[in-house]
């Protein structure tokens, strides 16, 4: 079952600071973060495992709330180059990887 | 190190053609996915290998899609007569373990037309 995310779109100024969450029916197993910029491969950000840990590098970060089955991505001083669409993807034990529809993000200067 | 390479980049066939695509994964890497992107979708899981044991193809659409990997590393999806709502881009992921909590690193992807 797919992932709902919200918001399905967001635009930011540069330097503002933006959330992005991913919810499951599901229980979890794990949740992962992608990025994908117009006509290119999405690329990996980040993996949270069940257990509501929380993960980042230099200015993103996610947690992983098990009991609600919701990831959110936070988005720091946004930066030009962090425009494009966000997609979570969730794991459940035995089942298909599904990625969920998408948040797209755009930073103006 | 290279990454995942697909080809072609670009596919236009008539309905009802076969075509065949082509995924070469990073080498080593023991995982290997094929997903279906839609225009303005998330990518949407097709199949999955590790090694050249196909593990899951639940997601294939319909018995005219079929994938192999008969070397354990470079895969092919392979299309037969195709239909306009195969148009899509087709993407190939690879990761270095067994399928769980894995980063998956991704092709440029077949972008497929049909008309």
């Known amino acids: 079952q797919q992932p709902v995310q919200s918001p399905q779109a967001v635009i930011l100024r540069e330097g503002e600071d933006a959330v992005i969450n991913c919810s499951s029916s599901k229980a979890l197993y794990s949740v992962h973060w992608y990025r994908q910029k117009h006509g290119e491969a999405p690329v990996f950000l980040m993996i949270l495992l069940k257990g509501g840990e929380q993960k980042g590098h230099d200015k993103i970060s996610a947690s992983f709330n098990e009991k609600k089955q919701q990831s959110s991505l936070y988005l720091t001083a946004s930066q030009l180059s962090y425009s494009g669409t966000y997609f979570c993807?969730?794991?459940?034990?035995?089942?298909?990887?599904?990625f969920g529809p998408g948040t797209r993000l755009s930073v103006l200067p | 190190g290279a990454g995942v390479s697909q080809s072609p980049r670009y596919k236009v066939a008539k309905r009802g053609q076969d075509v065949a695509l082509r995924c070469d994964p990073i080498s080593g890497h023991v995982s290997l996915f094929w997903y279906q992107q839609a225009l303005g979708q998330g990518p949407e899981f097709l199949t999955y290998f590790q090694n050249e044991a196909q593990l899951d193809k639940s997601g294939l659409p319909s018995d005219r899609f079929f994938a192999e990997r008969p070397e354990g590393s470079v895969s092919t999806l392979k299309i037969q007569r195709t239909q306009q709502e195969d148009s899509a881009v087709y993407l190939c992921a690879s990761a270095n373990a067994g399928r769980g909590a894995l980063e998956q690193y991704f092709g440029p992807g077949t972008r497929l037309t049909v008309t």
């Open positions: 993807g969730t794991e459940i034990l035995g089942q298909n990887f599904v």
